[in-house]
Structures are given as structure tokens and as C-alpha cells.
């Protein structure tokens, strides 16, 4: 995903008067409703903590109306993203998405009551982070490509923790086996908890898991990191190389976190609202907070997080077809 904080990229004095005048446009300018940002989590998550370093940025590049984050967690992301689909599409109702939300229940649910693809309109890419391949200190591996030579060394006994079918730990395990040509067995877990302490005890040998997370497992020696799945070293575990560097290329996984719409949400609000989620990227130690939560800013147009997506469905969707996984 490029970047918008190149040298093209507006300063954020200018995303303010533009979300300004953008807004005076705008049926948001004759509602006195606030912004309802509903994130798909519980309260005090990584997704919640993110969403609330966020809406008070936007609530300024709205002119002061407030920017509300509602927790609607439930389903796995289902629940929330309901809402949205089914919310009055003025502007005043968003979804705070990761991945889960906006592509993998997709792929993964048979009986949603909305078309995923066609529900929302896309405002604005917040943030991503990468996730990192890390293993037990059972394992002899050094490095990625010592790890493949020994799981093909091994056919049918390495195996891998998530924190559930459909994950995207999960998911993103499996696709690093397909890319690799390996296989191993997958152990689902509730909750990510539980598969570190499994690795720890050796039971189960590899995890792809969000840095955030593992980080601090890493430092401490109890698993070791082997790549990143991003294009470029995370400034949280910089001596670790990347997938890419491991011999795979093009590999590249990040989890995401984006600002939705319900589809129909007139072009010159997605626009307001658009520019309010840039400038609050780049408000006045928003940047800052961002990266100390572990996340890489972006801050996209809305065009910008469509292509975006679709690349998302289309790297996803082979995989969900080839686990196997879905859900009722």
C-alpha cells in the first residue's frame, strides 16, 4: 500500500479547511447530529484504541461536531457492520473495519444479510500493521528459509496456532505454506493467549500474528521472530528481515484498520469525511500516538482505500477457498 504522505501530499492546515469547506457542502452542515464511528470490537482492544486516537481529530476537521465511537462487537465483526449497512446513509453512521469486518466475513459467512462489497463506500484507509512469522524456541530455525527447509523436512508434523478459523493468523499461515509450497497442521485456539503459551510449551511451532502483540514476547526470548510480512523491516523488531527478503516474493500481509460508509452516502460526503480522517491522522501528536500503538498511519482518499480493498478481496478470497473454513 503507497503511501499518502509524500511529497504531493497536502499539509494538514490545508486538509482542515478543505473538510471544512467540504462539510459546508454537505447535508452534515444542516444536521446537528453527531458522528456515530462504530467499531466492530469490545471496548479497550487494539481496534478501540486506535478508532479513539482518531475521531477527535475528525471531529475537529468536522468543525467541532462530534465524533462518537460506538463499540458494537459481537459475530465476529458481524454485528457492527450490520449496522452500518443497514444505517441512513447521511454520513452520520461509520464503520471503524479491520480486515475481518470488511473482507473476511465475507468470504468466510454463508448467510450474511448484506453483500459486503456492495453495503459500504469506502472513506478513508486509517492505519496497518504488519504481522510477523515467529516460532518456539523448540524450533531450530534461525531464519525463514532455514524454517522452510525444516517443515519440508518434516512433511505433516510442523503445526500452527491461531486464534480461531478464519483468522487471520490463521489465514495468514496458511498462505505462507502455499507460497512456500509446505504444509502444516493448523490448532485453533480461543483467543490469542492461548497460542503463545501453546508455542512457548512447544506444543505447536509457528505463529503469523500482528507485531504489536508478539513484540514484546520476541524481546523477552520467549519465541523468536523470523520475517515480517510487510515490504519493508517494522521499526518495532528492525534486525528482523522480511518475508520478501526470505526468499518469498511479493509477500505481503498487513492488517489493517479503515473508515466505512453505508453504500449510497452522497460522493461529497465521502469526501468531507475523507479529508476530516486525513487531517486527523496528521493532527498534533496523532501521528505520534499512531505509531507508539504500533500502526503505520496512512490516511488515504476514498478512491484510494477502493483499490485498496478490492486487492484485499482479491489476495483473500483463494485462500478462505483453499482452508476450507466457513462460517454458518
Not at 153 to 161: A, L
Not at 176 to 189: M, S
Not at 235 to 255: A, C, H, Q, R, W
Not at 276 to 281: D, L, N, Q, S, Y
Amino acid at each position: 500500500m503507497k503511501s499518502t504522505r509524500g511529497p504531493g501530499a497536502l499539509p494538514r492546515r490545508a486538509l482542515l479547511a478543505g473538510a471544512a469547506s467540504a462539510v459546508a457542502g454537505t447535508g452534515l452542515a444542516q444536521t446537528g447530529q453527531p458522528v456515530r464511528l462504530m467499531v466492530t470490537a469490545a471496548a479497550g482492544g487494539s481496534t478501540d484504541v486506535i478508532a479513539r486516537i482518531v475521531a477527535p481529530g475528525m471531529s475537529e476537521a468536522l468543525g467541532g461536531r462530534p465524533v462518537l465511537v460506538e463499540n458494537r462487537g459481537g459475530g465476529g465483526g458481524v454485528i457492527g457492520a450490520e449496522a452500518v449497512a443497514t444505517a441512513a446513509p447521511d454520513g452520520t453512521t461509520l464503520g471503524f473495519f479491520t480486515v475481518s469486518a470488511a473482507v473476511l466475513n465475507a468470504l468466510l459467512h454463508r448467510n450474511l444479510r448484506f453483500d459486503t462489497e456492495r453495503a459500504f463506500a469506502p472513506v478513508s484507509l486509517v492505519a496497518t500493521f504488519p504481522m510477523v512469522v515467529t516460532v518456539g524456541n523448540h524450533v531450530p530455525a534461525r531464519d525463514l528459509p532455514d524454517f522452510v527447509a525444516w517443515m519440508r523436512s518434516r512433511p505433516g508434523r510442523t503445526t500452527y496456532g491461531s486464534a480461531g478459523p478464519g483468522t487471520i493468523n490463521h489465514l495468514g499461515a496458511l498462505l505462507l505454506c502455499n507460497r512456500t509450497g509446505t504444509a502444516a497442521e493448523h490448532i485453533p485456539f480461543r483467543g490469542a493467549g492461548p497460542v503463545f503459551a501453546s508455542m512457548m510449551s512447544g506444543d505447536t511451532d509457528f505463529l503469523v500474528e500482528g507485531i504489536p502483540s508478539q513484540a514484546p514476547f520476541v524481546r523477552q526470548g520467549s519465541i523468536r521472530a523470523l520475517a515480517v510480512t510487510g515490504r519493508q523491516r517494522s521499526p518495532l523488531l528492525p534486525e528482523v528481515p522480511t518475508v520478501i527478503e526470505g526468499g518469498v516474493p511479493d509477500f505481503e500481509i498487513v492488517n489493517w484498520m479503515a473508515v466505512f460508509a453505508p453504500s449510497g452516502t452522497p460522493a461529497l460526503v465521502i469526501g468531507a469525511l475523507s479529508t476530516a480522517v486525513r487531517a486527523a491522522v496528521r493532527a498534533p501528536g496523532g501521528e505520534r500516538r499512531l505509531r507508539e500503538a504500533g500502526v503505520e498511519p496512512a490516511g488515504t482518499s476514498a478512491e484510494e482505500l477502493q483499490a485498496f480493498w478490492d486487492g484485499q478481496f482479491r489476495l483473500w478470497r483463494p485462500v478462505v477457498a483453499s482452508s476450507g473454513a466457513t462460517v454458518e
